[in-house]
């Protein structure tokens, strides 16, 4: 039987796809005030802006591609179930060819109905070339189908699951300063081995291995070290 790899992604890993990080130098909230385009109040305030705000992401996303490290993470399946858990809501890892992602924060490339929230729709890319519709096909007003601050996290509790039930868990690419996803780590089961990839990583408790390296390269090494037999 195969092991179980639980992967759990962040900003960091569509970094060198093109794709802004958001607390780096340069960051997205660094030139965004992350409470009035990623809020429950922000949106109430001025939903104008929050549409304007992610459809400027979904046109960044559409000009860009998979790179390295999401191609690297599929290769994994061969040997591996492999399981993604990301914070990120551009949709690299599926286009990629992943076959389990597991989105914490919400999908960009999606809205749903305010009065109807079961209403999720994909949007088509060409819908997205101008200002975004706001309101869907029954007439009611959509907004993005992201999780904002301030709001429940509907996919952790299926995250925790996984993150137990891991042989190996991996981290990439996240600065773990946004809860709950940071706290993913505390559901590995003891002995469990944990590596961590990001070329500026964060604190992370003693015993995971840290690939200081950016996500392509350090998938790359990610994979070195797991096919190499454990001595012992
Ligand atoms: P951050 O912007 O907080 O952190 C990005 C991390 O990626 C940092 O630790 C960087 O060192 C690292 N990084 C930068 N370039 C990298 C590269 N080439 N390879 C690997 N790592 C690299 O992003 P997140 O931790 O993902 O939520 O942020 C978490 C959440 O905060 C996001 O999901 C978003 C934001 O508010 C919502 O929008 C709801």
């Not at 993470?73 to 399981?83: I, M």
């Not at 076959?99 to 809205?111: A, D, I, R, S, Y």
């Not at 429940?152 to 996984?162: R, S």
């Not at 961590?196 to 070290?225: K, S």
Request: proline share 8%; aromatic share 8%; hydrophobic share 40%.
């Amino acid at each position: 039987m195969k092991k179980k790899l639980v992967i759990s992604t962040g900003a960091g890993i569509s970094a060198e796809s093109g794709i802004s990080t958001f607390r780096d130098a340069g960051g997205l909230w660094e030139k965004y005030p992350v409470m009035d385009v990623c809020s429950a109040d922000g949106f109430e305030r001025n939903p104008a802006l929050v549409h304007q705000f992610y459809n400027d992401r979904r046109k960044q996303l559409l000009e860009a591609k998979p790179n390295a490290a999401h191609y690297g993470l599929v290769d994994l399946e061969k040997d591996y179930d492999v399981y993604v858990i990301t914070q990120n809501v551009d949709d690299l890892h599926e286009r990629a060819g992943q076959q389990n992602v597991l989105h914490l924060h919400g999908e960009l490339m999606k809205v749903r109905s305010l009065t109807h929230p079961e209403r999720v729709y994909q949007l088509k890319p060409e819908a997205c070339a101008t200002t975004p519709d706001t309101r869907d096909q029954y007439g009611d007003p959509v907004r993005p189908h992201i999780v904002f601050f301030q709001e429940a996290v509907p996919n952790f509790e299926p995250a925790t699951e996984l993150v137990a039930e891991a042989d190996i868990f991996v981290v990439i690419g996240t600065s773990l300063n946004v809860y709950p996803a940071a706290a993913l780590i505390n559901y590995v089961r003891p002995g469990t081995p944990i590596y961590y990839i990001d070329p500026n990583p964060a604190r992370v408790p003693a015993g995971v291995t840290v690939i200081a390296e950016p996500a392509t390269r350090g998938v790359a090494t990610l994979a070195r070290l797991l096919s190499q037999p454990i001595e012992g």
